[in-house]
Structures are given as C-alpha cells and as structure tokens.
C-alpha cells in the first residue's frame, strides 16, 4: 500500500498551518473548520493565520493543494489498459484507511465550498480534466473512439468521485473490500465495452 502522508514533523509555519487544516477537517468537519481552531492546532498565533489565509475557502484551497500534490506523487497512472495498474492508480484515492479517509475529508471539504468560490471551481475543473485525459490514455488503447474514451473516462471519473463521499459517510457500509468490488465491476465493465473485447 502507498503511503501518502510522511509521519515527520512540519517545520515550516505555512506547512504546519496547512496541516492543521487538514487535521480540523478530517476530525470536525468544514462547518468546525475556523481560523482560531486552525491557529491553535497549528500553535501559530491567528494573525499569522489570517496574514496567509483571509478565510476558509482559502484555507481549504491550501489544503486541497496539498493532497492533491501529495496524491499525485504517489500514484502510477496507468497507460495501457492494464487492470491492477487501473486499480492501483485509483486505489490512491479511495478510503482504505485513516490516512485515506484524512485525505477524503479534504476534498470533501473542497466540493462544499466550491460552488461557492470562482478559485475553487477553477481547481476542481484542473484537477478532473486531469484525472480524465490520464483514465483517456488507458481506455483509449482498448480500441474506443477518442470521443468514447473521454465519456467513459468521465464516466469512470463521476462513479468515484461519487464512490468517495458514499465510502466517507458511511464506513460501516462501504468497507474497503466492497470499495473494491465496486471499482472492479466498474473498471470490468470498461473493459467489456472494448471494440476489441472477446
């Protein structure tokens, strides 16, 4: 399993500050998420706090930059329509354990926020058309048209982003192996849909 989160301690005060949003998030929720809790989490005074981050969709946005960063240098995209390596590079995401399910609270956090913030629109718009051009290179190699391999890849994108917020509210049900099953029947049911498939 990735490991996504070096357990060493962050000396850098905008590191720390973002790191203590990350953790009020994942302990609280956004609607706990406050500059005086991130101050004293972070144990930096709030002047520092608000001198680098006016408000919450900026501290989130911080926040969701930097699990984004760390997410993307952890995950192997897959670019040949190999199944585990599908699987793997979405795994990355997926609330497996504690440590995904801090990252999950993140982005949680972050689409709450962005229909609210032209910025964090902006981001979330990257960060799909990313994800989609990097599933479009796999799903494209099955033999789709380039216009069906964008759709599947959308497709793929919405199930688990969609996968996510379920798994994050309710553990009890969406357990790491059904998560599992779940993304193989849908990465299957790409492959099925192959012009090339048996």
Known sequence: ???LIIDTPVVDPIQ???AAVCDV???EGVTQLSLRKVAAKAGATLGLITHHFPNRAAMVKAAVAETWKRENQVVQWAEVPDKAAVMGAIEVFLPYDEERRRQTAVWVAFWALAHQSRDLQKIHQ?????IREKHTVWISALGFSPDRAELLADRLKL???GLLLYAYLDPEHWTPERIRRSVDDMIDSIFA???DAP
């Open 1 to 3: 399993m990735r490991k």
């Open 16 to 18: 720390r500050i973002v």
């Open 25 to 27: 998030l994942a302990e």
């Open 126 to 130: 990257d960060v799909h058309r990313f």
């Open 159 to 161: 199930f688990i982003d």
């Open 193 to 195: 849909q192959a012009p």
